[in-house]
């Protein structure tokens, strides 16, 4: 993956101010559309937190992809989602996520980065939920480029397995 791609990528991924309206009725939206949307992002999260307990690496690469595409959903910006769809579709993503959550402690620090961004979406601070957002997108490509440098991915999160 390309610099240029990455960037492209996280730098639509980060304009997360547009977001924050996932949480805030605004005119033509109802309050259970936005409770709705919040409901399903804590759930991902209780979801993601347990898979990363049970060290399921299967269900929290699901849960990843689910947790991106409700942020980008709930952006409700087209122009934005028609970019991460092309993205998605042109890395193989589900490869990429896997090889990152091989690196020793990936997950659960992932795990911890999305919880923090919905907290600031919460709070309405789109700015530090931006930013937020930008640092996990470097650090899961540190942690894909330490794992492509290796040639693979650890069995376990923790680093437990061969």
Do not use: W
Not at 88 to 93: E, K
Request: proline share 2%.
């Amino acid at each position: 993956m390309t610099n240029s791609s990455n960037d492209l990528r996280f730098s639509s991924c980060g304009r997360l101010a547009s977001i924050q309206k996932l949480y805030s009725s605004t005119p033509g939206s109802s309050p259970g559309a936005a409770a709705s949307r919040r409901y399903l992002l804590e759930r991902n999260l209780r979801e993601a937190d347990e898979a990363v307990e049970r060290d399921d690496r299967e269900r929290y690469a699901e849960l990843v992809q689910e947790f991106h595409d409700l942020l980008i959903a709930g952006a409700d910006n087209s122009r934005l989602e028609a970019h991460y769809r092309m993205l998605m579709n042109q890395l193989a993503y589900s490869r990429l996520v896997h090889t990152s959550l091989g690196q020793p402690g990936r997950a659960l620090q992932s795990d911890r980065e999305h919880h923090v961004v919905l907290e600031l979406i919460l709070e309405k601070d789109g700015d530090s939920a931006e930013h937020v957002m930008r640092e996990h997108a470097r650090a899961s490509r540190r942690a894909l480029l330490a794992g492509l440098l290796i040639g693979g991915s650890n069995e376990r999160f923790d680093g437990a397995g061969s």
